[in-house]
């Protein structure tokens, strides 16, 4: 058996099975290497979207830093084996200013950049990530930071977009009528998790206040709000509200579809309340969809 020096690194890799590279006899010059993604006959459909998504990578969402999860892709022509992946990820490049800004502006030029560097027709992006944002207790009027988790989806053909979506969850408290009613005193309350996925009317501008004017229809129409400090007049604010504001998940899907309405920016959305139920092991939910 072969002896190897394991006082160095190399001997001691060697030693548990490391071998040396082999000389090779394929091109390692890049203009000397087959390009199969270019590759030109007839690949019996042209695809929808191929990409890459489960993308980690810093965003900036309102005033702070945040981390977004990407999923970026294109469509592919009949006649294309496959599209170069690792220009997905030099058109992030192109918006990353120490984190890509979360906006519709930002999004349309990296839309574009993608289209023009893939050299294809359409292109999409999802982005998801969270919200943060100062959120002062109700009574003491002490400021900490609250979040809520958002996502941006939009699909760009031809120099304009084709669908533009913005989404948020946010959490709430809920109290049950039903609890309130029966008891002889009290009443069981949980907190509930309201999730929407707004299609955007693109000939409506877009108000700069956008994520905050959606945020306070989630959670204004629930029993109560959470927040991220309390003290004792605080909680007795909050918990007195949700005693006064009781609702079924029912009650909260329709007091926010409501309100969804009424945004001219809102041309449809997908709207979901859930219960994290405090009495059971189960959830409870509520599902509504609408378009103008």
Not at 83 to 100: A, F, K, P, Y
Not at 240 to 250: K, M, S, T, W
Not at 266 to 284: M, P, T, W
């Amino acid at each position: 058996m072969e002896e190897f020096d394991l006082t160095t690194r190399e001997g001691r890799f060697k030693h548990f099975g490391s071998v040396d590279p082999i000389e090779g006899t394929k091109p390692k010059n890049k203009e000397d290497m087959a390009d199969l993604q270019n590759s030109r006959k007839d690949f019996l459909f042209e695809v929808d979207s191929v990409g890459i998504n489960n993308l980690n990578y810093p965003v900036v969402i309102g005033d702070f830093q945040s981390v977004g999860n990407f999923e970026l892709a294109t469509s592919l022509r009949k006649d294309e084996k496959g599209i170069n992946m690792s220009r997905l990820i030099e058109s992030l490049e192109t918006v990353n200013h120490s984190g890509v800004p979360l906006n519709f502006e930002t999004l349309e030029q990296l839309l574009k950049h993608l289209r023009e560097r893939m050299k294809q027709d359409n292109a999409k992006l999802t982005v998801s990530g969270k919200w943060f944002f100062n959120k002062p207790s109700p009574g003491t009027n002490i400021d900490a930071l609250a979040h809520a988790d958002v996502i941006y989806s939009a699909s760009h053909n031809g120099d304009k977009f084709t669908r533009k979506q913005f989404g948020m969850t946010a959490q709430v408290t809920t109290l049950c009528p039903c609890s309130k009613e029966i008891s002889e005193y009290s009443a069981h309350n949980q907190r509930g998790n309201v999730k929407v996925m707004i299609d955007i009317d693109d000939s409506v501008e877009l108000p700069s206040t956008y994520k905050e004017d959606l945020y306070e229809i989630l959670e204004i129409n629930a029993s109560s709000q959470l927040y991220p400090i309390l003290k004792r007049t605080d909680e007795k604010m909050v918990t007195e509200r949700a005693y006064e504001n009781p609702r079924f998940v029912e009650d909260l899907i329709r007091l926010v579809a409501y309100d969804l309405v009424e945004l001219p920016w809102v041309k449809g959305f997908e709207l979901e309340c859930r219960n994290e139920e405090s009495i059971h092991q189960h959830d409870a939910f509520s599902r509504l969809k609408y378009q103008k």
